[in-house]
């Protein structure tokens, strides 16, 4: 299951807008900016309905929609974006936000798609293909 990833930024306008071009937070469904008063960005704003299968699986997709995001946006920013998800993830579950299906399936997903690059980039053996 896809995300439509290719949505249109949140806000009617660029007005407000940190900067032009993307931001992850205007774009990507599962982020959202902090308030002013705090300021950043909030990396992991999710609602696990409690379904363990159904949580994997929006999991899953919300990895679909931030691999789509990064592939068409590869920034140095977007290079780092990962890490503050996780770290995000991290810090919920020390507040106390417990661990779902949807950060099962997110990471699971994130982890596929890392092991079939990694697939694609390792050295061929030495002598060729066999």
């Known amino acids: 299951m ?3 990833a290719t ?22 469904s599962f982020m959202q900016p ?3 008063r705090t300021g950043g960005i909030d990396y992991w704003q999710i609602s696990p309905t409690g379904n363990y299968t159904q949580d994997v699986e929006t999991g899953g ?3 679909d929609e931030y691999l789509s995001y990064v592939g068409r946006h590869p920034t140095n ?3 780092t ?3 503050c998800i996780v770290r995000e993830m991290i810090e919920r579950a020390k507040d106390g936000q ?3 299906g949807v950060h099962v399936g997110f990471l699971a997903a994130i982890n596929r798609a890392a092991m079939i690059s990694a697939h694609f980039m390792a050295p061929m053996p030495k002598g060729g293909a066999k």
Do not use: V
């Open 2 to 4: 896809l995300i439509d």
């Open 77 to 79: 920013f977007n290079a």
């Open 7 to 28: 949505r249109q930024t949140k806000g009617a306008s660029d007005k407000g807008k940190r900067f032009k071009g993307p931001h992850p937070a205007d774009d990507l």
């Open 98 to 100: 417990e661990w779902s």
């Open 34 to 36: 902090r308030p002013k």
């Open 61 to 63: 997709a919300l990895a």
């Open 81 to 83: 974006l990962l890490t």
